[in-house]
């Protein structure tokens, strides 16, 4: 996703993505707030609402492993398909 914005984005969107790979990778709890990484990551994603799609989507996903049963996992992963059908976002359906 990151690499389709990257190619179609204007410049300035490109410039902000370059060296940025690792901040929509990281855990959401993990970015560090001495380094500005979630300022960095809120400016990144301001920019592009598919990628922001796509930011949140991943970190939704995780829902899916915390859940206690198979069946409540097989509900949360179908109701994530079902959000990432909807997102409008053409690498996520």
């Known amino acids: 996703m990151r690499r389709a914005v990257f190619a179609q984005g204007p410049r300035e969107v490109k410039d902000a993505l370059r060296g940025n790979r690792k901040l929509l990778l990281k855990n959401e709890s993990s970015l560090s707030d001495d380094r500005g ?3 960095r990551l ?3 994603l301001a ?3 598919p990628l922001t799609t796509a930011y949140i ?3 939704s ?3 899916v492993w915390e859940r206690k049963t198979l069946e409540e996992g097989k509900a949360c992963l179908d109701g994530w398909i079902a959000q990432a059908r909807a997102s ?3 690498s996520l359906m």
């Open 42 to 44: 809120d400016r990144l």
């Open 88 to 90: 409008g976002v053409r």
């Open 37 to 39: 990484e979630k300022a």
């Open 47 to 49: 920019m592009n609402t």
């Open 61 to 63: 996903l995780k829902q």
């Open 57 to 59: 989507l991943k970190e």
